[in-house]
């Protein structure tokens, strides 16, 4: 019912930056609570951060608090992820999702009810 692309992947060096974008279809997107996740080749999927409905509120996962800032633009249907200084150890496909409900801080992934197809950041050292 809802359907999200992410983009904005791309290889950088150490102390780099990147900004992913997810593009949500419908007219619904203010609706659904909105997060960030991201899965590195034989780990399982991990929470990065999410927002609220309005995006007045947020949570980011301890290893990237103070690094990655989740955003969102509800007239864009877009939210983001901003990613500053930039680790190997961030190396994964990101995947953004979307869930019901109001309740901001989920974390888990069976919690999300739609995804988007993913996009790989790489980060060289």
């Known amino acids: 019912q809802v359907q999200l692309v992410e983009s904005g992947g791309g290889l950088v060096q150490a102390g780099g930056s990147l900004r992913l974008s997810c593009a949500a279809s419908?007219?619904?997107?203010?609706?659904?609570?909105m997060g960030w996740f991201r899965q590195a080749p034989g780990k399982e999927r991990e929470f990065v951060a999410s927002?609220?409905?309005?995006?007045?509120?947020?949570y980011h996962a301890d290893s990237v608090k103070g690094r990655f800032t989740i955003s969102r633009d509800n007239a864009k249907n877009t939210v983001y992820l901003q990613m500053n200084s930039l680790k190997p150890e961030d190396t994964a496909v990101y995947y953004c999702?979307?869930?019901?409900?109001?309740?901001?801080?989920?974390?888990?992934?069976?919690?999300?009810?739609?995804w988007g197809q993913g996009t790989q950041v790489t980060v060289s050292s």
């Open positions: 999702a979307a869930k019901g409900g109001s309740f901001y801080n989920s974390q888990k992934p069976s919690e999300y009810l739609y």
């Open positions: 927002i609220s409905l309005s995006g007045t509120s947020t």
């Open positions: 419908g007219r619904t997107f203010s609706s659904y609570v």
